[in-house]
């Protein structure tokens, strides 16, 4: 071999880890998000596409997401969803409770889901076994239905001589008839009675704090949904402006003015589903890939709130918060 032929063939070895690389960033896996929340809200998609990060993949180089908006109108999400598969993506995430992941189970049965949800999988028909979905769906999983009771303990903490508390329920949510029934246990192992509204739309929350007021109750529980999430700001309004003590699963809506919030690591949950997704689109089945479950809960108290209400949070308390607003 003359000198020129091993100068050439020297470029060819050392060109050949960029060709190949080159070769896997030309693949772009195209993603499909589907979300029942407003797209003005980044904070958790941002925890998403670092969880894809964490696996090598980032959108605008080897990937590339379809975003769909549900903008709170959960009647949105079957056509969303029948939209994102007539794409072709390699995969659906069905971030932010039951609705979207049911409707993303409804559009296909063979392209791969990850949802991210507060609920039991299990008793929502969406995987055989939490370790072995069992289809072509799996995800990630938290606390936020399950831990509902301990909303209104946390609640009574603050308030110990309420008797008549309110429960704020959407419907149609999927969980609403198990949070309730949890909370009415609750209750009744506390003493304390429940008034329970019902909010489907924005114009019934004005209308819930209405009977709210009527029904004379010193506090209010928000349950777990995602249209409650999607309207925390509203919610905190309404609590300030009738001087409301109040709980929701949602850090907006503490810092937004309302008392206190306790739920599962929302950011955790949606970085999670981002490398659930990482690790589908490296090769994993759905099927065998374990629906990861996330135990990690926060708890955030709003101290002016709590000076304006006239309330005084118990020590204990406020040594267990994760943050205090002030």
Known sequence: MDRRDTVLALLALAGAPLAAEAQRSAKVARIGYLSPSLASSPQLRDAFLQGLRDLGDVDGRNVAIEFRWAESQHNRLPDLAVDLVGRQVAVIVAPGGAPA????KSATTTIPIVFEMGADPLAMGLVQTLSRPGANITGV???NVEITPKRLEILREVIPTATEIAVLVNPTSPTADSQLKSLQAAASAFGVKLHVLYARREEDIDAAFETLIQAK?????VTSDTFFATHSEQLAAMTIRHGIPAIHQSRDFAVAGGLMSYAGSFAESHRQAGIQTGRILNGAKPADLPVQQVT??????NVKAAKTLGLNVPLALLGRADELIE
């Open 101 to 104: 992941a049911l409707a993303a």
């Open 141 to 143: 999983t938290s606390l």
């Open 217 to 221: 109750a010193q506090g209010l529980v």
């Open 296 to 301: 990690k809960v926060e708890l955030f108290i």
